[in-house]
């Protein structure tokens, strides 16, 4: 079992920044994969940033250039970096684990909200 724990989420005003935590516990040895989605009101949940276990990124095209995703593999943790945040970020955003198998874990997710 794999458990992800969620923190950093908050108010911040556009153009500011704010970084997001997630802690994965468990049996890690058999993630392979990182991420962060998010979930806007009646908005389907989209793919945000994704890392591999060899370092390999992805970001939606609506983050790149604002977004990083970091880790610190000796925390088990990885991170969402947000910069020059706008109010079309306002969402849950959620942590995600996926195994080499395909199963993807969880974490409960933590409102971000962009606005003056």
């Known amino acids: 079992q794999v458990q992800l724990v969620e923190s950093g989420g908050g108010l911040v005003q556009p153009g500011g920044s704010l970084r997001l935590s997630c802690a994965v516990s468990?049996?890690?040895?058999?993630?392979?994969?990182k991420g962060w989605y998010r979930q806007a009101p009646g908005k389907q949940r989209e793919l945000v940033a994704r890392?591999?276990?060899?370092?390999?990124?992805n970001y939606a095209d609506s983050v790149k250039g604002r977004f990083t995703i970091p880790r610190d593999n000796a925390k088990n943790t990885v991170y969402l970096q947000m910069n020059s945040l706008k109010p079309e970020d306002t969402a849950v955003y959620y942590c995600?684990?996926?195994?080499?198998w395909g199963l993807g874990y969880w974490g409960q997710g933590t409102q971000v909200t962009v606005s003056s």
């Open positions: 468990g049996s890690i040895f058999i993630i392979k994969t």
């Open positions: 890392i591999t276990n060899d370092g390999s990124t």
């Open positions: 995600y684990a996926e195994n080499g």
